[in-house]
């Protein structure tokens, strides 16, 4: 990509709204630069985090979790979902030790939908 993107065509791209964007950036996901009267222009570099950030989320990691591993500078993808896996794991020892709660896989299939969705992050394209 040539020339940044303003809001407008970057949200049109990701299927976020303009709103979900400047939200990212005020919690300091993004970074766009501005042009002199203000506008945001994302180049490269913020769509490549935009969709980091799309796939922490699919991942069931929050907003806050996101921020934290990239203040960080560059992320390593596998030890991320594996540390996400882990904490399903430990979620779901809570709820089988629970008085009177059903198996955990009687009630949802997170950690298999979280292994295929690792699977999914880690594939070579």
């Known amino acids: 990509m040539d020339q940044p993107l303003d809001i407008r065509d970057v949200a049109r791209r990701t299927g976020l709204t ?8 005020a919690r300091g996901l993004l970074k766009p630069l501005r042009t002199y009267s203000g506008r945001r222009l994302y180049g490269g570099g913020e769509l490549e ?7 922490l989320k699919r991942a069931g990691l ?3 979790q996101i921020g ?3 203040e960080r500078g560059a992320m390593e993808l596998r ?3 594996d540390a ?5 794991e430990e979620r779901k020892a809570e709820l089988d030790e629970a008085p009177g709660a059903a198996p955990f896989d009687q009630v ?9 969705c690792r699977d999914l992050l880690l594939a070579d394209p």
């Open 49 to 55: 985090r935009i969709q980091q950030i799309l796939a």
């Open 68 to 70: 934290r591993l990239t």
């Open 18 to 25: 303009s709103r979900a964007l400047r939200f990212y950036e």
């Open 84 to 88: 996400q896996l882990k904490t399903i």
């Open 62 to 64: 929050s907003l806050a």
């Open 79 to 81: 030890s991320l979902v």
């Open 108 to 116: 949802t299939h997170r950690p298999r939908r979280a292994r295929r």
